[in-house]
């Protein structure tokens, strides 16, 4: 039983981590990555593996963090 799980919550892992959550926070902070640098970067590695990718999805989740902070009125004095 535990081979045919295992395989199975791999992959689940994967899509979640990966594709969805990778996709969300590659979209977020594209445009802000973007403004930043002047149009510089991110160039072409969106679903590439690569540490660009990576650090593009970083601004994305810091982005996504600070503006769900100040919805939830965490960000008030």
Do not use: H
Request: aromatic share 16%; hydrophobic share 50%; charged share 15%.
């Amino acid at each position: 039983m535990d081979e045919l799980l295992s395989p199975i919550l791999r992959f689940l892992g994967y899509v979640v981590s990966e594709l969805l959550l990778g996709t969300f926070f590659y979209a977020i902070g594209w445009p802000f990555v973007k403004a930043v640098t002047l149009g510089k970067y991110p160039k072409r590695e969106w679903l590439s593996g690569s540490k660009n990718e990576a650090y593009v999805c970083c601004v994305g989740i810091f982005v996504f963090s600070i503006s769900l902070m100040a919805a939830l009125g965490q960000l008030s004095a």
